[in-house]
C-alpha cells in the first residue's frame, strides 16, 4: 500500500508523526520530489492568482506526486487544535481545495481533525486517515499512534537541542538520535521567525538559513524552542492563542523578542497570508516597544533573490555594527571606570 | 461616555437607535469615504482584509469627533475578524488615543453576552429597556432587509434612473429618526409606499443576479461602489442572498426561538458537494448559495464579492469555477480593495449583464424552437 505526503505545508510541522505512525500500519509513504519553480508554476495555474504561496506551492506537489503514478494522495484538514483555536481557512478547506482544483482521477484521504467539535477528535482523524486504505481495527490504530508520537517526540527533542530541522527529520525517520548540531559560533544571533513550510522550503525561503549562516551569523527558529517558551511568548505579547499556527509566529517572536542573547529578528511571511498579516503587525509594533530590530520579509513567487540577499546583508550588517559599538563603549566605559577608581583611591 | 461603532452598510441606523433607546450617547463616523480609508490603510498592515482599514478610520474618525469608548464583535472560527478589536486596540494606543473598547463577545454567549455588553456601554441596568432597545434593533435590521427587496425590484425597472433611490433615501431619513416600535413600523410603510410610488415598466425585460460573498463587502455600499444600484441602473433585479437578518436569526438568537431553516443551513447543504466543511466566515454560503441558484434556475447569473486576500471566500473562489461548469451558472468574482478603479468595475459589470442576456435570449430562442 503506497499513499503520496505533498512536501509542503503541514509536512513540516508533523511529518515525523505521519512517518511513525503510517510506517506501523504497514503503509508505505512516498513524498513528492522538492520543490522548483516549474512545480509552483505547475501549481499556481490551476488556483485563482490571489491564493497565497504555500497553497500554490502545495497545489503543485499533489500534482507532482499524480505524475509519478501515486494515485492516493493523503490531504488532511487540520480545522482546529484546541477548543476555539482554529486554523487558516486556507489549510482548513485544503482537501475541498485539491478536490475541486484537481481534475484527475485519484482518491483523495481528507481525515479531518477539529478539536472544537466533540466528535471530531484526534482518534477520529486518525481513524479517517487510514479507513479509506481497508484498515479499520481501533485497537491497532492507537498502537500505532504511539509509533507515531516516538518519531514525532524523537524529531522536537533533537530540534531544541538545537540540530537544524532537515538533519533531525532525517535522523527521526531513521530511528536515530543525534544530537550533533551543525550550528557554528556566529558574530550575531538572530532569530528567524517564519512558518516552517516557508523557511525549510528551500524554493521558498531562498536558502535563507543557509545564507545567514554564510554570513556567519546564527540563526534560531520556533524549532529550538519549547511549547511552554511559545506559550510564554504569546503571553510576551499581550495576546492569547488565536490561530492554530500562531505558537510558530507570535509565540517563538514574543520569546526572542525579551531575550537577551537574540540581537534582531528576521520574519519571513508569503505574500497573501491571512494570519499573518495580523501576526506581523502585532510583533512589529512590539519590537518597536522593547526597542529590538527587526526586517519585515515578504516572498512570492516573482521574489528575485537578488533583491532579497541585500536586504539580509544590510539588517545583519547593522546588527553586527551595533553589537561592536556597545561593545566598545562597554570597554571605554570600565577604562573610563578604572581612572575614576584610580582618581578617588588616590593612587598616581 | 461617547459611544461609537464602525459602519457596515446600514448597520448604523439599528444600533444608534438602540443605544439611545437605553438612553446612551451615540457618535456616528461619518459614512465611509476616502478619508476615511485613507487613515485606516496608513495605520494598517498592508496585507490585511479591506474591511478591517475602513474600521480604524471609523474608530479614528469617531474618536476626532468626541467618542470615547468603541464598540466591537468578537467571534471565535470565523477568520481575521476574531482578532480585528486586540489588534485595533494595540494600533489605536501606539497612536496615543485612550479609548474605553467594548467588545461583544461570542465567545462567551449570545443573548446575554449582548446584554451585559449594553449594560455597560450605557448605564443603563433597567432588563425591561435593554430588551426593548435588542428588540428594536433586531426590528430595524429586518425592516431593512424587507425594504432592499422592494427597492432592488423597482430600481430594476424604473423609468427614470435614479428615481427609486431618492424615495428610498428619503424614507431612511424617518427610520433613522423613529425611536420607537411603533414610529419605526409606520416608517417602514411609508418607505415603501413611496418606492412603490416610482413610475416603473412592469414588462420590462429584466435579467436577475444573486448577490453573494463576504458580509462586509456585500453590505457596504462604499465598499462594493454601490453594486447593487449599478445593477439596477443596468436593469437587473439584484436578489442579495447575504443578509444581516439572516446573520441575526443564526448567530444571535437561541436555536430554540428559530423557526423553519436558516439561509445557512440551506446554503450549507447544497454546498455539501463541492466543499463539506466550514472553513470560516461566508465561504459555505457563497459556494451554497452559487450552487443552489443553479439547481433552482432561480437567478440568471451571480455576483460573488469578496475583499481582497479574504482567506474564506478565496477557497470559495477556487471552487466556484468548478460549482458554475457543473451546475450550469455564470459567475464574476469581483476583488475589491481600496484600489479598486470605478469605471473598470462597471466595464466588467456591464459585459457581465450583456452575457446574461444573450444567455437568456438564447435559451429562450432554443425553447421556442423545441
Known amino acids: ?348 | 461616555m461617547k459611544i461609537a461603532f464602525p459602519h457596515m452598510g446600514r448597520l448604523y441606523i439599528a444600533l444608534s437607535a438602540a443605544i439611545r433607546i437605553l438612553g446612551g450617547e451615540v457618535v456616528v463616523p461619518p459614512y465611509n469615504n476616502k478619508r476615511t480609508l485613507e487613515l485606516g490603510s496608513l495605520n494598517s498592515p498592508e496585507a490585511v482584509c479591506f474591511p478591517y482599514k475602513l474600521i480604524l478610520g471609523n474608530y479614528m474618525e469617531a474618536i476626532e469627533n468626541g467618542a470615547d469608548a468603541l464598540l466591537m464583535i468578537d467571534s471565535p472560527g470565523i477568520c481575521r475578524l476574531g482578532q480585528y478589536s486586540s489588534s485595533l486596540r494595540t494600533t489605536l494606543s501606539d497612536l496615543g488615543y485612550d479609548v474605553k473598547f467594548i467588545n461583544f463577545d461570542l465567545y462567551k454567549g449570545k443573548l446575554k453576552e449582548l446584554y451585559v455588553k449594553f449594560k455597560e456601554a450605557t448605564g443603563n441596568a433597567n432588563p425591561i429597556t435593554l430588551i426593548k432597545a435588542i428588540n428594536m434593533a433586531i426590528l430595524i435590521i429586518n425592516m431593512l432587509d424587507d425594504i432592499d427587496k422592494v427597492l432592488s425590484y423597482y430600481r430594476a425597472r424604473e423609468l427614470n434612473p435614479g428615481d427609486t433611490d431618492k424615495r428610498y433615501y428619503r424614507g431612511l431619513r424617518e427610520i433613522e429618526a423613529a425611536l420607537s416600535y411603533k414610529k419605526a413600523l409606520k416608517a417602514k410603510k411609508n418607505t415603501i409606499e413611496y418606492i412603490k410610488s416610482t413610475p416603473i415598466d412592469p414588462e420590462k425585460d429584466i435579467v436577475t443576479v444573486d448577490l453573494v460573498g463576504e458580509v462586509y463587502v456585500v453590505l457596504d455600499q462604499f465598499s462594493n461602489l454601490d453594486v447593487e444600484k449599478e445593477l439596477g441602473r443596468l436593469g437587473v433585479h439584484v436578489n442579495r442572498q447575504i443578509n444581516l437578518s439572516d446573520w441575526v436569526k443564526s448567530s444571535i438568537m437561541p436555536s430554540a426561538l428559530r423557526f423553519g431553516e436558516t439561509h445557512e443551513e440551506k446554503a450549507r447543504k447544497s454546498a455539501k458537494s463541492f466543499l463539506k466543511r466550514d472553513v470560516g466566515g461566508d465561504a459555505i454560503e457563497s459556494v451554497g448559495d452559487v450552487a443552489l441558484a443553479g439547481k433552482e434556475h432561480s437567478a440568471d447569473g451571480v455576483v460573488h464579492l469578496l475583499p481582497f486576500t479574504c482567506m474564506p471566500e478565496i477557497v470559495a473562489q477556487n471552487i466556484l469555477p468548478n460549482v458554475r461548469s457543473e451546475e450550469d451558472i455564470p459567475v464574476l468574482s469581483l476583488v475589491l480593495d481600496e484600489h479598486m478603479g470605478k469605471a473598470g468595475y462597471i466595464t466588467r459589470l456591464e459585459a457581465f449583464v450583456d452575457l446574461l442576456r444573450r444567455r437568456k435570449r438564447k435559451s429562450a430562442l432554443a425553447a421556442v424552437a423545441s
Open chain 1, 1 to 348: 500500500m503506497k499513499i503520496g505526503i505533498p512536501r509542503a505545508l503541514n509536512y513540516y510541522n508533523y511529518y515525523p508523526f505521519w512517518h511513525g505512525f503510517f510506517s506501523e500500519l504497514g503503509v508505505e509513504l512516498v513524498l513528492s520530489d522538492r520543490t522548483t519553480k516549474s512545480l509552483v508554476s505547475s501549481g499556481s495555474a490551476l488556483v485563482v492568482s490571489e491564493t497565497c504561496l504555500p497553497v500554490k506551492v502545495y497545489v503543485g506537489h499533489v500534482l507532482n506526486l499524480l505524475d509519478k503514478g501515486i494515485d492516493v494522495i493523503y490531504s488532511p484538514s487540520i480545522q482546529s487544535i484546541a477548543p476555539k483555536v482554529y486554523n487558516c481557512s486556507k489549510l482548513r478547506g485544503l482537501p475541498d481545495l485539491i478536490r475541486n482544483v484537481v481534475n484527475k482521477n485519484f482518491l483523495l484521504i481528507e481525515p479531518t481533525l477539529d478539536k472544537s467539535e466533540s466528535n471530531q477528535g484526534f482518534y477520529q482523524y486518525l481513524y479517517e486517515s487510514v479507513a479509506p486504505l481497508g484498515i479499520t481495527n481501533k485497537k491497532l490504530i492507537k498502537q500505532a499512534s504511539k509509533a507515531g508520537w516516538e518519531c514525532m517526540n524523537n524529531f522536537s527533542v533533537m530540534t531544541r537541542a538545537g540540530v537544524d530541522v532537515p538533519t533531525a527529520m532525517r535522523n527521526a525517520i531513521n530511528g536515530n538520535i543525534s544530537f550533533d548540531s551543525s550550528q557554528k559560533e556566529g558574530m550575531a544571533k538572530v532569530a528567524v521567525i517564519s512558518h516552517g513550510y516557508n523557511l525549510f522550503d528551500d524554493q521558498v525561503s531562498m536558502k535563507m538559513l543557509k545564507k545567514l549562516n554564510q554570513l556567519d551569523i546564527e540563526a534560531y527558529t520556533s524549532y529550538n524552542l519549547t511549547v511552554e517558551q511559545m506559550d510564554q511568548g504569546i503571553k510576551n505579547l499581550d495576546t492569547l492563542l488565536y490561530w492554530a499556527n500562531e505558537h510558530e509566529m507570535t509565540g517563538a517572536a514574543g520569546y526572542y523578542l525579551k531575550d537577551d542573547n537574540i540581537d534582531g529578528l528576521i520574519t519571513l511571511t508569503a505574500f497573501g497570508c491571512g494570519p499573518d498579516s495580523l501576526m506581523i503587525e502585532r510583533i512589529t509594533r512590539y519590537a518597536k516597544r522593547f526597542n529590538k530590530p527587526l526586517l519585515n520579509l515578504t516572498t512570492d513567487e516573482h521574489t528575485g533573490e537578488a533583491g532579497f540577499v541585500t536586504r539580509i546583508e544590510a539588517f545583519t550588517d547593522m546588527l553586527i555594527r551595533k553589537k561592536r559599538t556597545s561593545i566598545v563603549n562597554s570597554l571605554k566605559k570600565q577604562v573610563v571606570n578604572k581612572e575614576e577608581e584610580k582618581k578617588l583611591v588616590g593612587v598616581e
